[in-house]
C-alpha cells in the first residue's frame, strides 16, 4: 500500500524553527517529486514547496522565499521542509504529496499530486 507519513509538526514561538518530514512506504519516492502544502482555519489549502525527482527543481511559493528550505534524502525514502522565522500566519496543517513525472518535474498545483499524508499540525503562537 502506497502511503506518505508527515511528522515534526507541532507548536512553536514566532520566530523558531521546525522540520517536517515525509516518509514514503510501499513504493520508492525516488521516482516522484514531493510537494508540501498548507491549510490554515478557514481558508483553502495552498502550495507551500516542490522538489522534483532528481532534486535538481525546486520551487517555493513567494511567502516562503527565503525562510523554509526543501531537501529529500531518497536513500531513506524520505522529504523534508525546514521552516525558519515562523510567523503566526504559518500556522496550518501542513501536507506532503507525490507526483510521478519527469525528472525534473515539480508542479506547485495540488491537483497534479495523486498521494498525500494525513498531514501534520504546525502552530505557531507566543
Known amino acids: 500500500q502506497l502511503q506518505l507519513v508527515e511528522s515534526g509538526g507541532g507548536l512553536v514561538q514566532p520566530g523558531g524553527s521546525l522540520r517536517l518530514s515525509c516518509a514514503a512506504s510501499?513504493?520508492?519516492?525516488?521516482?516522484?517529486?514531493v510537494g508540501w502544502f498548507r491549510q490554515a482555519p478557514g481558508k483553502e489549502r495552498e502550495a507551500v514547496s516542490c522538489?522534483?525527482?532528481?532534486?535538481?527543481?525546486?520551487n517555493f511559493a513567494d511567502f516562503v522565499k527565503g525562510r523554509f528550505t526543501i531537501s529529500r534524502d531518497n536513500a531513506k525514502n524520505t522529504a523534508y521542509l525546514q521552516m525558519n522565522s515562523l510567523k503566526p500566519e504559518d500556522t496550518a496543517i501542513y501536507y506532503c504529496?507525490?507526483?510521478?513525472?519527469?525528472?525534473?518535474?515539480?508542479?506547485?498545483?495540488?491537483?497534479?499530486?495523486?498521494?498525500w499524508g494525513q498531514g501534520t499540525q504546525v502552530t505557531v503562537s507566543s
Open positions: 504529496a507525490a507526483v510521478q513525472g519527469p525528472y525534473y518535474y515539480c508542479p506547485l498545483r495540488e491537483n497534479e499530486y495523486g498521494y
Open positions: 510501499g513504493f520508492g519516492l525516488d521516482d516522484y517529486g
Open positions: 522538489i522534483s525527482a532528481s532534486g535538481g527543481m525546486i
